[in-house]
């Protein structure tokens, strides 16, 4: 069976797949962060066992193991395709209404069970190039969760068409499905010898053609400011209120520059991402991020100079400051210039598959930024997911068939090139 013949099931385990609640929890000290994400992987270790795999499994942290072995004679790198199984906690991903909207024909689409929410061309320009796809929504009272399910999907599509063809050579292939990527925990507990793969896929990208090798390097910061405290009957003179110092330092980030809202392309940013505080102690976190990994620690040093500054004042009061760096991921490009044949030969598939490649940079980072420090480069595929994180994040059947074909092409590549 050839690809371009192949009946794709993408939309249907989609469909399915979305409507398992799997938002994960960034407060939670679990791993992974919510149980329920361990609920879908228990559906994909039975839909890939269904399928001849007869390895998959799922170990206690949530993590999807499997094979399609290697039937070629040569000796062919061991590739691994992986995506994330958790959705983000920045929209509600419970009782997701998958909505499947045919031949879209470029008109606003007003989602039924809020009428507020409305996806137009205006809003989001990618949808004028798929007029005439069919589109995967939401009901307008969560996200759709394509973000990565689209991944799962493709990859799963992908796993049933090469089962079904052993006449098609190709080398080992290793299928991992990751939780807790929304909150910057997916590769902690990846057993490396286990999954014992030379380079890796990440199915987590969004337009048609995007190829993504580059990513940010981040860090995050957390500052806990020490004040004073004192009954406010009696506090004149010996209270200082840890709140009203964070605010202050708050208040001395730039307005205009040094953040999300303020950089687009290879600008990096300091984000304070959440406040809290009594009296007696405020704590202030940021993600730091840059695509030049040195520049972290300019932005470090300058923010810890403002926040001092700030402290100083009311140093001879007792106020005290604590400043803490945790290393996130660092830009995978730092380890795929070393390999780039890993891009070239993706590029080389998209153009197999009918796809116009775009080589693209993440503003963010994913799986793959980490395990290519881990030993496993691993740039990020399109899947077609969009808006996502969100109650108007889409899909295009279409996009994450043409996902599965650059896949099929991408075994074949290095199958030939081994």
Not at 258 to 280: A, I
Not at 341 to 356: H, L, P, Q, S
């Amino acid at each position: 069976m050839k690809i371009d013949s192949y009946s794709h099931s993408v939309e249907s385990r989609l469909v399915k797949y979305v409507q398992v609640d799997t938002e994960a929890d960034p407060n939670s000290d679990s791993f992974p962060s919510s149980m329920k994400q361990k609920d879908l992987g228990k559906i994909l270790v039975e839909e890939l066992k269904s399928l001849g795999i007869s390895d998959a499994e799922m170990d206690e942290w949530g993590y999807v193991y499997a094979t399609i072995p290697a039937n070629s004679k040569k000796d062919v790198p061991t590739i691994c395709f992986c995506a994330h199984m958790d959705t983000a906690p920045d929209c509600s991903g419970k009782d997701v209404k998958p909505i499947i909207h045919r031949n879209y024909n470029g008109s606003p689409i007003t989602l039924p069970d809020d009428n507020s929410q409305v996806i137009t061309t205006e809003k989001h320009p990618y949808l004028k190039e798929k007029i005439g796809d069919d589109i995967i929504t939401a009901s307008g009272l969560t996200l759709l969760g394509a973000d990565d399910k689209a991944g799962i999907a493709c990859i799963m599509d992908f796993a049933a068409f090469m089962m079904s063809d052993p006449g098609f050579e190709h080398g080992k292939i290793r299928i991992l499905f990751t939780p807790d990527e929304e909150v910057g925990r997916g590769v902690d507990h990846v057993d490396m010898n286990r999954l014992a793969a030379d380079y890796g896929y990440t199915l987590d990208g969004g337009v048609l053609g995007s190829i993504e090798d580059e990513s940010f390097s981040a860090d995050a910061v957390e500052i806990n400011i020490h004040g004073v405290s004192a009954h406010p009957g009696y506090a004149k003179n010996k209270m200082v209120n840890a709140i009203k110092v964070a605010s202050e330092f708050i208040d001395t980030l730039p307005k205009d520059a040094w953040s999300p809202e303020t950089t687009q392309e290879r600008e990096g940013f300091v984000h304070p991402t959440s406040f809290s505080g009594v009296m007696e102690k405020a704590t202030v976190k940021f993600i730091i991020r840059d695509h030049i990994t040195d520049k972290l620690k300019e932005y470090e040093t300058r923010l810890e100079e403002m926040v001092k500054s700030v402290v100083s004042k009311y140093a001879s009061k007792g106020v005290t400051y604590d400043f803490k760096v945790t290393e996130q991921y660092r830009n995978m490009k730092e380890v795929i210039k070393e390999v780039p044949f890993v891009t070239d030969y993706a590029i080389e598939a998209m153009k197999r598959a009918n796809v116009a490649p775009k080589p693209v940079i993440i503003r963010g980072g994913t799986d793959g930024s980490r395990l290519s420090f881990m030993g496993l480069p691993c740039p990020n595929i399109f899947t077609g997911e969009m808006a996502i994180h969100s109650k108007h994040e889409y899909v295009s059947v279409q996009d994450m068939e043409k996902a599965v074909k650059t896949m099929v092409n991408l075994i074949q590549i290095w199958e030939e090139n081994a």
